[in-house]
């Protein structure tokens, strides 16, 4: 069975750090684009951070950039977003996904075949 797993969310705050994981079993992420997307209470998902298969170039979005850092460890099969200074608004559910699209980058939903299930980041006082 093909699955992503998400894991390290929970409640930080302003100003804290996490560290999310995505650990793929049932399948090997090396081929794959992998990209974090979020989804706030009301809102739409959109697209956090992503990073190609082999090289490893990784993208951000302008609300995250700076603050965000994706990688990924092959060897594990897994993918992190390193989620530092984290504002209020970061608050939602973080998902990640994986494209076969492997050597390229977007943010568009529609390329990503798989999906987790998602863990939650609160950022609050």
């Known amino acids: 069975q093909l699955q992503l797993v998400e894991s390290g969310g929970g409640l930080v705050q302003p100003g804290g750090s996490l560290r999310l994981s995505c650990v793929a079993s049932?399948?090997?992420?090396?081929?794959?684009?992998i990209g974090w997307f979020r989804q706030a209470p009301g809102k739409e998902r959109e697209a956090v951070s992503c990073i190609t298969n082999t090289k490893g170039s990784a993208k951000y979005s302008d609300s995250v950039k700076d603050r965000f850092t994706i990688s990924r460890d092959n060897a594990k099969n897994t993918v992190y977003l390193q989620v530092d200074s984290l504002k209020p608004e970061d608050t939602g559910i973080y998902y990640c996904a994986a494209s076969l699209y492997g050597s390229s980058c977007t943010g568009d939903r529609g390329t990503y075949a798989y999906w987790g299930q998602g863990t939650h980041v609160t950022v609050s006082s």
């Open positions: 049932g399948f090997t992420l090396d081929y794959y684009a």
